[in-house]
């Protein structure tokens, strides 16, 4: 069947779509013009049967005439059939081919009436009811092919039964009457059938039709989704990032202001801007990591890294929060979980940190514990299992697959306990999908809930020194046999930390306490002890201007240049 809709100039007006009427058209002409090799064979099957059934009783010169208008009648509708396949008409041009097509099936039923009529023998009633089970084939057949298109169906079945149905009648005896009333029943089970295929065939093209457009309608939505997805996303990790300058600015000034003379009324004031000013910056962060994941600009940083050191930074947080509730925390590491590891130690912190801190904020009482296992080893590939487990309210079964969704809460009624923006678990699952790992979890209401997480990491030939760690994330490679100044200090690695932490410091920018913890893993303890212990007070007070000095005290004991050389 032609695909019409395809081709080019599918209407007259080529700026003007078809309507629905003109394709419904369109694809029944297709239907009528699909089967026609079959019904060519069919024809001339009927035609050698019946020549040779009535050879014998009929004269030969009407055999000849008969056969001689079937050929042409025939060969004119094989012309068209042709014409049409080469030319592949559109649905402006469907209703024009139609009635042609219905023009040759009017003829073809004027052929086999007049066969019919022809080759009728008067005396024979043996070979009379050959001709009417002919028939009868003829028009059972065309009954199926043609009714598609009902005008082509009557158009053949009219003149076609019409002839020997007046024969039988004329006779006048009991028997052609009899046929002569068969011949007239099935001309109106033939009229019924085709009414009834016609209909069936117009709804079925119309459904498929509304199926089509609502499949486009719901393609061109979901782009539209995607679109707008993607383009949120952009905006929300564009204005993150414009949103953390003033507001590392605002948490460095504030600061400033609580070190002043201040009353009591106005130190309460200025404490809840600084909490909130946390609150809001924590917020953005988590806001930028997801859009980031979302968009596609998360990477992961494959780095050898210890994960007894990872595990170590955590239950120092841990226990800091944990004790704050009056709740327990440990953490359990299974003896067969290597130590050195290569992954993302960064990003791994960053979810256990978030699933930890999640779970500290909704446990009132009890405990709050980490399992690290081994869940499968393959040569150098480890899968590792970490799952936090708290003693917490629970979640409902009904909310377990929506915790993951991006703005989503547990408790979504404006009088919950918790706050939150319902971030911290949607960018902790795309950081562990993002890593190849997946997460799930598991909780009945009233006993907690215990998030679950596997990474695979490769297994590392030994664990990083933790000066090697600290040099390894900052993107400088440990090289064997570097040279050391005096007091044992690799200024190679130092002097690039030292001057961006200098430069974080000059913005306001709270990662400069990250800056510091890698600094202070390179820095031999004696020399600088006194200058680091100063340094992580004031970033840790967001005392910017006064870690400053304390920097450039640092790089001149060391003799490094803080400007960029």
């Not at 590392?248 to 106005?266: A, E, F, P, S, W």
């Not at 007894?308 to 299974?334: C, M, N, P, W, Y």
């Not at 795309?430 to 209401?445: A, N, P």
């Not at 600088?528 to 400053?548: K, T, V």
């Amino acid at each position: 069947m032609p695909d019409f809709r395809q081709r080019r100039g599918l209407t007259l007006n080529p700026h003007q779509p078809p309507t629905t009427e003109q394709i419904v058209t369109a694809e029944q002409v297709a239907l009528l013009f699909q089967p026609f090799v079959l019904s060519l064979v069919a024809t001339v099957a009927a035609a050698v049967l019946f020549v040779a059934a009535q050879w014998g009783i009929v004269a030969h010169d009407l055999v000849v005439i008969w056969v001689a208008l079937l050929t042409a009648v025939t060969l004119l509708r094989v012309l068209l059939a042709l014409m049409y396949k080469r030319i592949g008409p559109g649905p402006a041009e469907a209703r024009a081919w139609g009635n042609l097509f219905a023009l040759g099936a009017a003829l073809a039923g004027l052929s086999w009436g007049a066969g019919s009529f022809l080759m009728f023998p008067p005396d024979n009633f043996e070979h009379q009811i050959v001709v009417v089970l002919v028939l009868l084939g003829m028009c059972s057949g065309a009954t199926t092919s043609l009714s598609v298109m009902r005008r082509a169906a009557y158009l053949f079945l009219v003149p076609a039964m019409l002839p020997v149905t007046v024969v039988f009648l004329v006779q006048g005896h009991d028997l052609s009457t009899i046929v002569a009333l068969m011949l007239i029943l099935s001309f109106g089970f033939f009229l019924i059938s085709t009414r009834n295929i016609h209909r069936n065939t117009q709804q079925n093209i119309r459904l498929r039709l509304a199926a089509e457009q609502k499949e486009r309608s719901l393609a061109l939505a979901k782009e539209q989704v995607e679109a707008a997805s993607q383009a949120k996303s952009d905006f929300l990790a564009n204005i993150s990032h414009e949103f953390r300058t003033p507001m590392n600015i605002i948490l460095g000034m504030n600061h400033m202001v609580l070190q002043t003379r201040l009353d009591d009324r106005q130190k309460d004031a200025l404490g809840k801007v600084q909490r909130a000013a946390e609150s809001l910056l924590d917020i953005i962060n988590a806001i930028l990591d997801f859009s980031r994941a979302q968009s596609g600009t998360l990477e992961v940083e494959p780095k050898p890294f210890s994960l007894h050191e990872e595990l170590a930074r955590l239950r120092h947080a841990g226990v800091t929060a944990a004790v704050a509730k009056g709740l327990k925390f440990a953490i359990d590491q299974s003896d067969d979980v290597p130590d050195a590891l290569v992954g993302d130690a960064v990003r791994l912190g960053q979810v256990l940190q978030s699933l930890v801190g999640n779970a500290i904020k909704f446990t009132e009482r009890g405990e709050v514990g980490v399992q690290v296992t081994l869940d499968s080893r393959e040569g150098d590939q480890v899968r590792v299992l970490f799952s936090v487990t708290d003693t917490g309210p629970g979640i409902e079964r009904s909310k377990l697959d929506s915790v993951f969704q991006p703005f989503s809460q547990g408790d979504s009624s404006r009088t919950r306990r918790h706050g939150g923006t319902g971030m911290g678990l949607a960018v902790a699952y795309k950081l562990v999908d993002l890593m190849g790992g997946r997460m799930w979890v598991d909780s009945q209401i009233g006993s907690g809930s215990t998030f679950f997480f596997d990474i695979t990491f490769t297994a590392g030939s030994e664990a990083p020194t933790p000066g090697d760690t600290a040099a390894v994330a900052a993107g400088h490679p440990v090289q064997k046999g570097r040279r050391y100044d005096g007091r044992g200090a690799d200024l190679r690695l130092i002097a690039p930390l030292l001057r961006r932490l200098y430069a974080q410091s000059q913005n306001y920018d709270v990662e400069a306490a990250a800056t510091l913890g890698e600094l202070a893993a390179l820095l031999p303890e004696a020399a600088s002890q006194p200058h680091l212990a100063e340094l992580q007070r004031c970033i840790g007070n967001y005392g910017f201007d006064e870690a400053l000095a304390r920097i450039e005290d640092l790089a001149q004991g060391l003799g490094v240049d803080l400007q960029l050389p």
